[in-house]
């Protein structure tokens, strides 16, 4: 029998340096309170953004297309499993982000490990932003390529590195809304950088897909980018679009090659075809209804302004994700516990998600939310770090 001392080892050193994970159980649908462990919160840490994975009309077009699909699509895309609704989710999003065409994924994971490795081999170059996500960070090691570093949004630091890549591919990638810090990365700088050094540029608009953007199309739009400036864009259909699964967008040639090429998508089973018809209704909902994205963005401002009154430690952020530093990890945990107390969900980010000692407590704000859930937000998180602060000094 194998000798499993090393994983306990490992195990308790997470636990010893507070970085251990533990899952709760959820036992009501996604919204703004939720039914965590038998108690009832108000919940901010959903990438739930507009508010759509429990809407009815979503719901009902998921039950349709279940009852005329089944539940499972029966194989990948290039077997049997391509039905209908896949196809015209493709059509949609396509058009929607402005690209020639779309390819689907069944995560957001498997479609940045999928691009990278289709695109780079052994002789290319990837640079990646350090805070760009594991997804993006495993596609490139992964990949074979000469993978480089730059530092955060630092569009020197990656010129320089660009200007010493001779010969093969040179691809950039980063997240259009960095995850665990909110910020937007500066495409515009990075795709007039890309056109000089002859690189393409891949963004991983997984938190900016459905919520920037006059008709909430993402990151290209929110900064009017075509298809030649930004040639890739991957996005997430499980966060704002309320739904499940990923897709690519991009030209004829990109897309033709990741399904040939790419293995996540040749082998893996599609998902299923009421999944593609839920996000399908979604998409047609996001894009129709920009009272969501107001309300969110009217939200948003509320809360940096009143945390900037009471003096809370948030990060630099105008996305519905707010990061409110903490640093150390014990300290952070305490402070998403007294919020529990309190009827908050709002869960510690830690090591190694983040770079150590910079842990943090992820608030995700959403169309779902009422002001006067935001306002007792702000002043429970006050209260907490406040008590926090007093039982350290003691």
Known sequence: MADFDGLSAALSDRKKNHLYRQRC??????????????????????????????????????????????????????????????????????????????????????????????????????FEDKLNHASLLDAGLLSGARFQRFLHNDIDDLERKLAKAEGGRKLIVVDSVFSMDGDIAPLVELSQLATRYDAMLMADDAHGFGVLGESGAGSAEHLQLGQQQLPIIMGTLGKAVGSFGAFVAGSEALIETLIQFSRPYIYTTAIPPAVAAASLASIKIIAQDGQRRLHLQQLIKHFKEQAKCLKLPLMASTTAIQPLLVGDSEKALAISKILKEKGFWVVAIRPPTVPMNTARLRITLTAAHSMKQVDALLHALADAIAGIVVEVKA
Do not use: W
């Not at 953004?49 to 039950?63: R, T, V």
């Open 25 to 126: 159980e959820l036992q009501s649908a996604q919204g703004a309170v939720v039914q965590v462990d038998n108690q009832e919160l108000i919940n901010f840490c959903s990438n739930d953004y507009l508010g759509l994975a429990n809407h009815p009309e979503i719901i009902s077009a998921f039950k349709n297309a279940t009852d005329e699909f089944g539940v499972g699509s029966g194989s990948s895309h290039l077997v049997c499993g391509h039905s209908q609704y896949h196809h015209q989710l493709e059509q949609a999003l396509a058009e929607y982000t402005g690209r020639n065409r779309a390819v689907i994924f069944s995560t957001g994971y498997m479609a940045n490990l999928g691009v990278i490795n289709a695109l780079l081999g052994k002789s290319d170059f990837i």
